[in-house]
Nanobody, 124 residues
Framework: QVHLVESGGGLVQAGGSLRLSCAAS????????IGWFRQAPGKEREFVAA???????YYAESVKGRFPISRDNAKNTVYLQMDSLKPEDTAVYFC??????????????????WGQGTQVTVSS
């Protein structure tokens, strides 16, 4: 059974940083694509960043240069380092896993498994 568990969310002032972690189990992590999405109140869940198992990375324009994604296959964990946070980054952040090598990782529909989410709140 696949489990994804996010951690690292919290309350931070604008301009601050947080690092989110997504710990995975029950899958061949080194061959799994991982994405991060976020959902603010009253809004659709949107793509933030993703890393293909090959190491290729993808970012939403709104976070490019601020939210680098990385992974540690030895720990079955993907990280989202969030720097220069803005109030508009406030949302619940979810990680998701996809086992298809050729998926469009910006599309939330391709992901097979999701974590429960972690709240990130950025105060102005």
């Amino acid at each position: 059974q696949v489990h994804l568990v996010e951690s690292g969310g919290g309350l931070v002032q604008a301009g601050g940083s947080l690092r989110l972690s997504c710990a995975a189990s029950g899958l061949t992590f080194s061959r799994t694509n991982i994405g991060w999405f976020r959902q603010a109140p009253g809004k659709e869940r949107e793509f933030v960043a993703a890393m293909r198992w090959t190491g290729d990375t993808y970012y939403a324009e709104s976070v490019k240069g601020r939210f680098p994604i990385s992974r540690d296959n030895a720990k079955n964990t993907v990280y989202l380092q969030m720097d220069s946070l803005k109030p508009e980054d406030t949302a619940v952040y979810f990680c998701a896993a996809d086992g298809n090598s050729y998926s469009d990782l910006r599309n939330r529909a391709v992901y097979d498994w999701w974590g429960q989410g972690t709240q990130v709140t950025v105060s102005s």
